[in-house]
């Protein structure tokens, strides 16, 4: 293909990707730029002017007649061209992926075969993967790609205005949206994409190669076993240490027995050396006893004297007993009761006081309220 000198001079050894006529006009996109061609007029003479395509945003403003394509370069400014209103979609879509390529977006040798542009939604459709932007630019650093590899499945759920198409990318539901006006070419165009990019002719065929994918798949097959056993063990050891720990149990639970009758024991006999001790100071026995703080030659037990842990020893056996009998239980929980209803009596009281204080209180306000009624 023959292109005018002044292109032909600005392509060098670069070839075009891509044409796009504007009338007498028409863009030239290379690999690395585009080239837009403006022929000769009674106002101007013939002209080529170069954009980049490491745009790090794209905007566009349209209006009755003209759109304008709107490329910012970040700290080397913003470049912009006009293209007529009814070609913009047809200009815009080899400019948008030779940007998506020089952005490290797409890879060499991946084709951009749709874009598509809904309000502040721009989604490109490539040869391995969908790109979706979201804002007021057409595109730029904010975006998210799906890469086909990851998706295993595509439905369509159908609404009023818009339809929704769900891809089930990496294990999770990504929702991309479309007015239903042009859904069913948005689902045509990706549908065949992922289809070729995976070599299947349907959607329920890739459906099925997953599902096989997922029940070969180690994860699916891999067995724990019953559960961990213990490390340097096995089941002969583990049954004699179990028999050893109930012997031990047994064992300890006779001790715990032995020493409860022995404590038994110690007690009897503590209460028979203080029976004894009584006996002698009655003048039964005319044996010497042991000290305060001593201990009784015959049982050998520490009875630490009169008044001591043993209590005091008291040979007026009918004067302890009426001196115990003084005071009974029951009459200390009398004087108890009494004086809880004394204390619950006192508190009535005293609650029914601060309720005439505050009924005083109502009516004065109630009064204060209604004469400033009044008066107002």
Known sequence: MTYPDVVQSALGDESV???????????????????????????????????????????????????????DYGLDGERSFTVPAKLLDRALHPVLAGTLNASGVTDPGETVTETFRFSELTLVVTSDRIVKHVGNAVWDEDFEEYHFAD???????????????????????????????????????????????????????LRERFAAEEEESPSATMSFGEGPTPLSANPSELTDRSKDATRSDEDASDADRGTEATGSAERT??????????????????????????????????????????????????????ESAAVTPDEGARDD????????????????AQNERLARQEELLERLIAELRERL
Do not use: C, M, W
């Open 17 to 71: 990707a891509a044409r796009v006529p504007l009338g007498d006009d028409a863009l030239f996109v290379t690999p690395t730029r585009t080239l837009v061609y403006r022929a000769d007029s009674l106002l101007s003479d013939e002209s080529v002017e170069e954009f980049p395509h490491g745009a790090e945003r794209i905007g566009v403003s349209t209006k009755r007649r003209k759109a304008t394509v709107s490329l």
């Open 151 to 205: 998706v295993t499945d595509l439905v369509v759920e159908a609404g009023n205005v818009a339809t929704t198409l769900v891809l089930t990318h990496d294990g999770r539901q990504q929702r991309l949206k479309a007015p239903n006006e042009r859904a069913r070419e948005v689902r045509e165009r990706l549908t065949d994409a992922l289809l070729d990019y995976h070599g299947v002719d349907s959607l329920d065929t």
């Open 269 to 322: 006999a503590v209460a028979t050396g203080t029976e004894d001790a009584a006996s002698a100071s009655a003048g039964e026995s005319t044996e010497p006893h042991s000290d305060p703080g001593g201990s009784d030659d015959a049982t050998g037990i520490d009875t630490i004297g009169a008044g001591g842990l043993l209590g005091p020893v008291d040979t007026d056996t009918d004067t302890a007993h009426s």
């Open 337 to 352: 009761v009494a004086a809880l209803v004394a204390e619950v009596e006192a508190l009535r009281e005293t609650v029914e």
